[in-house]
């Protein structure tokens, strides 16, 4: 089962609306969740890296917050545009080790 | 600073041949990993290493080798491909502390026929 579930799998948004997306986790004890942007043909890029202390942390439109208790996070993207079109990765990162579980994503398309 | 790069960006290779993927990064970071990313899933874990001379093996480890010889190079290896590793490749690198960011290299698109 993986660890790191993510909703919804896919959503299109109009161009200037906000969204949220989700990530429930059951990794623990885990170190720190990160968010990654990763374009259509692109790496992923990292977004924000929270520890299991903070609960919230702000990118420019993209804000993440944290809940270790119920072991959710969100991604919130204010005001969307055209070039926010891409998949949103979340990742836990297990308390001492490097190897981080990965979700598998949500895609999302801003249309004009 | 070039971050990570990756070569080949595409490869088609037929079933049984060899090559290998290369990784390279100039931000002297102690940890490099190979990903593989296939439709619908999330990324997986082939190997890692904290530091030249240093190799360790992730969740999908089998067909593929690696070696480190130096900090900023970590070629991935493939034996005998097969059309099952027909996928998407990715190298990542960071410092070795927990929370230090992963920087990911751009990607190589392998296709085995």
């Known amino acids: 089962k993986n660890q790191v579930e993510q909703s919804p799998q896919s959503l299109i948004i109009l161009e200037g609306k906000n969204c949220t997306l989700q990530?429930?986790?059951?990794?623990?004890?885990?170190?720190?969740l990160r968010w990654y942007k990763q374009d259509t043909g692109r790496g992923p890029v990292s977004l924000t890296i929270?520890?299991?202390?903070?609960n919230t942390k702000s990118n420019g439109r993209y804000t993440a917050t944290l809940d270790a208790d119920t072991k959710q996070s969100s991604l919130h993207i204010t005001a969307s545009q055209l070039s926010d079109s891409a998949s949103y990765i979340c990742?836990?990162?297990?308390?001492?080790?490097?190897?981080?579980?990965f979700g598998k994503g949500n895609q999302v398309v801003v249309i004009p | 600073n070039a971050g990570v790069t990756q070569t080949p960006k595409f490869q088609v290779l037929k079933t049984g041949q060899s090559m290998t993927l290369q990784c390279a990064q100039d931000?002297?970071?102690?940890?490099m990993s190979w990903y593989r990313q296939d439709p619908g899933m999330g990324l997986r874990l082939i190997h890692y290493?904290?530091?030249?001379?240093?190799?360790d093996q992730g969740e999908v480890p089998n067909g593929y080798n690696v070696s480190r010889s130096t900090t900023e190079d970590f070629p991935l290896r493939l034996l005998s491909a097969a059309p099952s590793q027909t996928s998407v490749y990715f190298c990542?690198?960071?410092?070795?502390?927990?929370?230090?960011?992963?920087?990911f290299g751009p990607g190589t698109r392998l296709t085995v026929t």
């Open positions: 990542a690198s960071s410092y070795v502390g927990q929370g230090s960011e992963q920087y």
């Open positions: 990530c429930n986790y059951t990794v623990s004890p885990f170190s720190n």
């Open positions: 929270m520890t299991f202390s903070e």
């Open positions: 990742v836990v990162s297990p308390y001492g080790n490097n190897r981080l579980a």
């Open positions: 931000m002297n970071h102690e940890y």
């Open positions: 290493s904290v530091g030249a001379g240093i190799t």
